[in-house]
């Protein structure tokens, strides 16, 4: 059983930051990557960034050079630092965590919500 709590939603103006964070309720090093997706009103479900068990990193292209995905095997915390954020940004948030073994599974956390509005 794998919990995932988010934190670190908000309201921010355009240009501005936010640091969102998942803790895992197990250690993290059983999991084959961990990533944050997003949906926005009347749109899909997308994913913004993927980090693996050896950090190789990937972002989607909206959100390069303004992103940034980390880890904290100790802590069991994946973080999402987001800068210069528009308002195109503005979604729930959710963070992931996936393993391919003995069985392909994916966890998702309830979701936080980011506005960016002046």
């Known amino acids: 059983q794998v919990q995932l709590v988010e934190s670190g939603g908000g309201l921010v103006q355009p240009g501005g930051s936010l640091r969102l964070s998942c803790a895992a309720s197990?250690?993290?090093?059983?999991?084959?990557?961990m990533g944050w997706y997003r949906q926005a009103p009347g749109k899909q479900r997308e994913l913004v960034a993927l980090?693996?068990?050896?950090?190789?990193?990937d972002y989607a292209a909206s959100v390069k050079g303004r992103f940034t995905i980390s880890r904290d095997n100790a802590k069991n915390t994946v973080d999402l630092q987001m800068s210069s954020l528009k308002p195109e940004d503005t979604a729930v948030y959710y963070c992931?965590?996936?393993?391919?073994?003995?069985?392909?599974?994916?966890?998702w956390g309830q979701g936080t919500q980011v506005t960016v509005s002046s």
């Open positions: 992931t965590c996936y393993r391919d073994s003995p069985l392909p599974i994916t966890y």
């Open positions: 197990i250690s993290i090093t059983n999991f084959y990557s």
């Open positions: 980090i693996a068990r050896r950090s190789s990193t």
